[in-house]
């Protein structure tokens, strides 16, 4: 039985009708797990705070075919091209524009992403790794790259709107994203491999960057910490040690969190004190509490009706001010 074909005007209505559902469409390895507006806040905090790490980018690869490189750089806009389409006529006069190429380059720079984290970090999540690559590959990140290599000066666009485009946010990450595509396919069968070895380069430091972020997160929210050293990304010897939580601790913070918390003490030599005591609490359930001290500082407190509850709790209060420490 042949398939049934809805009547055109459904059909215009429901895929070419919205310029939102066609740039969820372009864009949709970037909605894979959309990293949180205080997520993306604290990656670019440390991107601001740990900028000598961001050492000097890569040479941008070249495009040496001249029509490849003009399509590059060319926005829909120069031609006035309507954003309903649902392809370009056969007979078109217009040269294209790079939306197809952002298109391709989008889906590149995500393969490339992943394939940087599965070889740093083999033992990453899924869960923690899809958030790592999100924060990496955002629009914001990505403009910022762009604007690094002054990709945005040599876009075209309509004369009216060329200025606000190349200052848009938006079309820049578009524009990176379009010459990562120019560059795959100006290189014929060793397009992934030339695009891979760049980004590697450029990447590597957002990627980590990125990696510590969803780790502090990750501990935060109550589940237990990454079991990685930050840089190699391998088990340590207190991690593989590690057990699951004991219900005796009155706490369901993971014990890992005490753990983490003074391997970080100990790393930055900072001096801890931890001073328990008794607080009023029902005849059957005592309470205690905790205060930790760094460096003379009280830096976290914690109540539960077990010590090692409390002071787990009291842990996680304070890890914020050690990290920052």
């Given at each position: 039985?042949?398939?049934?074909?809805?009547?055109?005007?459904?059909?215009?209505?429901?895929?070419?009708?919205?310029?939102?559902?066609?740039?969820?469409?372009?864009?949709?390895?970037?909605?894979?797990?959309?990293?949180?507006?205080?997520?993306?806040?604290?990656?670019?905090?440390?991107?601001?705070?740990?900028?000598?790490?961001?050492?000097?980018?890569?040479?941008?690869?070249?495009?040496?075919?001249?029509?490849?490189r003009k399509r590059v750089f060319t926005?829909?806009?120069?031609?006035?091209?309507?954003?309903?389409?649902?392809?370009?006529?056969?007979?078109?006069?217009?040269?294209?524009?790079?939306?197809?190429?952002?298109?391709?380059?989008?889906?590149?720079?995500?393969?490339?992403?992943?394939?940087?984290?599965?070889?740093?970090?083999?033992?990453?999540?899924?869960?923690?790794?899809?958030?790592?690559?999100?924060?990496?590959?955002?629009?914001?990140?990505?403009?910022?790259?762009?604007?690094?290599?002054?990709?945005?000066?040599?876009?075209?666009?309509?004369?009216?709107?060329k200025m606000t485009l190349q200052k848009?946010?938006?079309?820049?990450?578009?524009?990176?994203?379009?010459?990562?595509?120019?560059?795959?396919?100006?290189?014929?069968?060793?397009?992934?491999?030339?695009?891979?070895?760049?980004?590697?380069?450029?990447?590597?430091?957002?990627?980590?960057?990125?990696?510590?972020?969803?780790?502090?997160?990750?501990?935060?929210?109550?589940?237990?910490?990454?079991?990685?050293?930050?840089?190699?990304?391998?088990?340590?010897?207190?991690?593989?040690?590690?057990?699951?939580?004991?219900?005796?601790?009155?706490?369901?913070?993971?014990?890992?969190?005490?753990?983490?918390?003074?391997?970080?003490?100990?790393?930055?030599?900072?001096?801890?004190?931890?001073?328990?005591?008794?607080?009023?609490?029902?005849?059957?359930?005592?309470?205690?509490?905790?205060?930790?001290?760094?460096?003379?500082?009280?830096a976290g407190s914690g109540v539960a009706?077990?010590?090692?509850?409390?002071?787990?709790?009291?842990?996680?209060?304070?890890?914020?001010?050690?990290?920052?420490?």
């Amino acid at each position: 039985m042949p398939a049934t074909v809805p009547p055109l005007k459904y059909v215009s209505r429901a895929v070419l009708g919205s310029r939102i559902a066609y740039r969820i469409a372009i864009r949709h390895s970037h909605s894979y797990s959309s990293p949180g507006s205080n997520l993306l806040s604290q990656f670019f905090e440390r991107l601001r705070t740990s900028r000598p790490e961001l050492k000097e980018l890569p040479e941008l690869p070249k495009i040496e075919n001249p029509d490849l490189r003009k399509r590059v750089f060319t926005h829909r806009s120069l031609w006035g091209r309507a954003n309903t389409l649902f392809q370009d006529p056969e007979n078109d006069p217009y040269p294209p524009d790079n939306e197809r190429l952002e298109f391709l380059g989008d889906s590149v720079l995500s393969t490339v992403t992943c394939t940087l984290l599965h070889e740093r970090y083999p033992r990453y999540r899924v869960g923690p790794a899809s958030k790592v690559r999100s924060l990496v590959i955002s629009n914001k990140n990505l403009a910022q790259i762009c604007q690094r290599y002054e990709l945005q000066h040599e876009l075209e666009g309509a004369p009216a709107q060329k200025m606000t485009l190349q200052k848009s946010e938006q079309v820049q990450a578009d524009l990176f994203e379009s010459y990562i595509a120019g560059v795959y396919l100006d290189n014929g069968d060793t397009g992934f491999r030339v695009v891979k070895d760049w980004l590697f380069q450029v990447l590597d430091p957002y990627v980590k960057a990125a990696f510590e972020v969803v780790k502090q997160e990750h501990l935060l929210s109550g589940r237990s910490p990454p079991p990685y050293a930050a840089e190699e990304g391998e088990l340590t010897d207190q991690d593989r040690a590690r057990s699951p939580g004991d219900d005796s601790t009155g706490s369901t913070v993971d014990p890992g969190t005490l753990s983490y918390f003074n391997q970080l003490c100990q790393q930055k030599k900072h001096n801890v004190e931890w001073i328990t005591t008794d607080v009023p609490g029902s005849k059957s359930t005592p309470l205690w509490k905790v205060e930790v001290k760094v460096n003379g500082k009280v830096a976290g407190s914690g109540v539960a009706t077990g010590k090692k509850g409390a002071k787990i709790l009291a842990a996680k209060e304070a890890l914020p001010f050690v990290q920052q420490g």
